[in-house]
């Protein structure tokens, strides 16, 4: 079985300030682990991956993540929040042996001007 | 390239009846996965297509069923509507269906089932 956990369900930054929006996971094995952030009435947009190797992993928009496997985390971070962050990201895992991309509740991020 | 493309965009049904929802994957990928976002969660796999065989399925009864056609394009048919069927479906393409290939998402199809 494997499982995400997003334990904010709503995470609130001011423009210009570090953000981070958190993960967690439980998967027999290696974890395959994936951001992808919706807007309104939009389909989800593929972030960022970690698959293998280095523990940070850089994706798109200034966006990178951290896999921390003693923690069990992915967290999501960017340096400074612009206002067009605003939408609501998910965190996904899957593992090697698996179809199915398993996905969080998602987390509501709001960039305050 | 042209990126997945989901139709209708928008369905309204009652309860018993059938829905059909299609979706065209994104040049060069021949996996196809579907998905369902109920309001305020995340989305729940349904099942996965590559190479017009069923790859994969979650936790859907058998009224869910689909198709992947010669050009990997794909249905969701959802038979014997019920009210808990209103959720917004998404279908995504992948390279394969390796687990490491990030899934490209179409925009949903909204279904409501009165």
């Known amino acids: 079985a494997q499982s995400v956990a997003q334990p904010e369900d709503q995470v609130n930054v001011a423009e210009g300030n570090p953000l981070t929006v958190k993960c967690t996971y439980s998967?027999?094995?290696?974890?395959?682990l994936f951001w992808y952030v919706q807007y309104p009435n939009r389909g989800l947009q593929f972030l960022l991956k970690?698959?293998?190797?280095?523990?940070l992993v850089k994706g798109s928009y200034g966006f990178e993540a951290e896999f921390n496997k003693s923690q069990t985390s992915f967290h999501l971070k960017k340096p400074s929040a612009l206002v067009s962050d605003s939408a609501l990201y998910f965190c996904?895992?899957?593992?090697?042996?698996?179809?199915?991309?398993?996905f969080g509740s998602g987390t509501q991020l709001t960039v305050l001007p | 390239e042209t990126g997945v493309t989901q139709s209708p965009t928008h369905l309204i049904k009652t309860r018993g009846q059938q829905v059909t929802l299609r979706c065209s994957s994104q040049?060069?990928?021949?996996?196809v996965s579907w998905y369902q976002q109920a309001l305020g969660q995340g989305p729940q796999f349904i099942f996965q297509?590559?190479?017009?065989?069923?790859?994969g399925r979650g936790n859907f009864p058998p009224r869910f069923s689909g198709l992947q056609f010669p050009n990997y394009s794909s249905e969701l048919n959802v038979n014997a509507l019920e009210l808990d069927d209103s959720a917004l479906y998404l279908c995504?393409?992948?390279?394969?269906?390796?687990?490491?290939?990030?899934?490209?998402f179409g925009p949903g199809t909204r279904l409501t089932v009165l």
């Open positions: 995504a393409s992948s390279l394969t269906g390796g687990a490491t290939n990030e899934q490209f």
């Open positions: 998967v027999s094995g290696n974890p395959y």
């Open positions: 970690y698959i293998t190797g280095d523990n």
């Open positions: 996904a895992v899957t593992r090697g042996s698996a179809r199915q991309l398993t």
């Open positions: 040049s060069g990928h021949n996996t």
């Open positions: 297509y590559y190479r017009e065989e069923e790859n």
